[in-house]
């Protein structure tokens, strides 16, 4: 039987291996932490991710555990909208984006690994051409290698070199909260090189994220700043961060990984953040993680070459991370004036535009070689329930 040696338990990881595993695969993960949990508050996924869930035969799980992303569109800080988002068109062509903890995603994928699959507390040093990896409990094999091992993979130095992250310029907070007052509609609001917005759960607790342009490593200055922050922003904004709880709230410096000169060497082929680590602003960096699974399972379990997997994955994921960075920096304006210029053509924005924007990267299905899209131009300014 063919093996997968998995490195990395996060969510690129644990659908590698549920996809290889159900194609007959014997699959091993090995992850660095003693144990699988979640770091995160809520996650948003698009219907491209959704079809991947599906394929790996965890979609109707995921759905029970999600509510719709109900996001009515983006606003300024005051409240006047910049951009509606046409809901029932997104839903009509695409299906809804769900929005679910990401402690439910990471056990809906882990009880779908089988049990003595995964070794948790092992971490990884090494990974070798010829399909070996060398860690803390000695040394595994694989007949592939997946790099499933984040930002920081090790696995991604034997495949191109020493790729350094770079920085995005802002910082984002993550937190969930109960609601103490009705929220009216859902969404992201954009002020000056600072941003908010917040998404319903399941559970009637509310998933919050803001960011704010800061210097990579600045100190910390959590709930208290956060309310600082967005103290004179419109309702519910004050309130939600009123009702926070300072010990849950999570803060992380966005990074990026420049562009890969590939994915793939020999035996060892890299998935999820270790390949293409993105801004979070499009939420759909566990999308392609998910999609990245489920097409290498594809190419490489009936007897393809690795480098399809690259050829298919790299334009396409590459393509996503560009505009998500993009959209970064629009979000981020700190200029007034330049942020004023935007607001302005935001409003002007129809959102068919935006619509026609998403549609290259919704439209995804898992048997489709011809996945690969090429970016389109214009009605890019399109942000969504993910900082
Ligand atoms: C603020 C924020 C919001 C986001 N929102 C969204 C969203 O709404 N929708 C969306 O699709 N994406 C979102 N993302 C992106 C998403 O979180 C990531 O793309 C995704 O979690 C990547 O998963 P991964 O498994 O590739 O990497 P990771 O989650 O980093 O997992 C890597 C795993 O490998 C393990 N590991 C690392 N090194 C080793 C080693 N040497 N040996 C063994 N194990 C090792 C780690 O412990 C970890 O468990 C967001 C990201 C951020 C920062």
């Not at 079809?51 to 109900?70: F, K, Q, S």
């Not at 300024?76 to 509606?84: H, N, P, Q, Y």
């Not at 998933?207 to 490593?217: E, L, Q, W």
């Not at 993680?289 to 690795?306: F, I, K, S, Y």
Request: with cysteine; charged share 25%; net charge neutral.
């Amino acid at each position: 039987m063919s093996k997968a040696l998995i490195v990395g338990g996060g969510i690129a990881g644990l659908a590698t291996a549920i996809a290889f595993d159900r194609r007959g695969w014997e699959v091993e993960v090995l992850e660095r932490a003693p144990e699988l949990t979640a770091v995160g508050a809520g996650i948003s996924l698009w219907s491209n991710a959704l079809r991947a869930l599906d394929e790996l035969g965890v979609g109707e799980r995921i759905r029970e555990r999600a509510v719709e992303d109900a996001a009515a569109g983006i606003r300024d800080a005051r409240g006047r909208w910049l951009s509606r988002t046409d809901t029932a068109a997104l839903r009509a062509r695409h299906g809804s984006p769900v929005v679910l903890h990401r402690a439910d995603l990471l056990e809906i994928l882990r009880a779908a690994v089988p049990e003595s699959a995964v070794r948790t507390g092992i971490s990884v040093t090494e990974a070798r051409a010829d399909g070996s990896v060398l860690h803390s409990a000695g040394v595994s094999r694989g007949d592939v290698v997946v790099g499933a091992d984040g930002i920081h993979s090790v696995v991604r130095r034997a495949v191109c070199g020493v790729v350094e992250p770079r920085y995005s310029g802002y910082t984002a907070w993550r937190m969930v909260v109960t609601p103490t007052e009705p929220l009216g509609d859902l969404g992201e609001s954009w002020g000056r090189g600072e941003r908010f917005g917040f998404a319903a759960l399941a559970d009637g607790r509310v998933y919050c994220f803001a960011a704010a342009n800061i210097p990579a490593g600045a100190p910390d200055g959590g709930l208290p700043e956060l309310r600082r922050r967005f103290r004179d922003w419109h309702a519910p904004i004050p309130a939600l961060l009123a009702a926070a709880d300072a010990d849950t709230v999570l803060r992380n410096d966005i990074y990026e990984l420049p562009p890969l000169d590939t994915y793939v060497s020999g035996r060892l082929v890299l998935v999820g953040d270790a390949a293409h680590a993105m801004t979070p602003n499009l939420g759909q960096g566990a999308c392609q993680a998910l999609e990245d699974a489920v097409v290498l399972a594809r190419v490489v379990a009936t007897g393809g070459d690795p480098s399809a997997y690259d050829a298919e994955r790299r334009p396409r994921t590459r393509m996503i991370a560009d505009r998500s960075a993009r959209i970064g920096t629009v979000a981020q304006l700190s200029n007034p004036l330049l942020a004023a210029v935007r607001d302005a053509v935001m409003r002007a924005m129809p959102a068919s535009a935006q619509a026609r924007a998403l549609a290259p990267i919704l439209d995804w299905t898992p048997g489709e070689p011809g996945a690969i899209q090429r970016p389109r131009t214009g009605g890019d300014v399109r942000s969504h329930t993910n900082t």
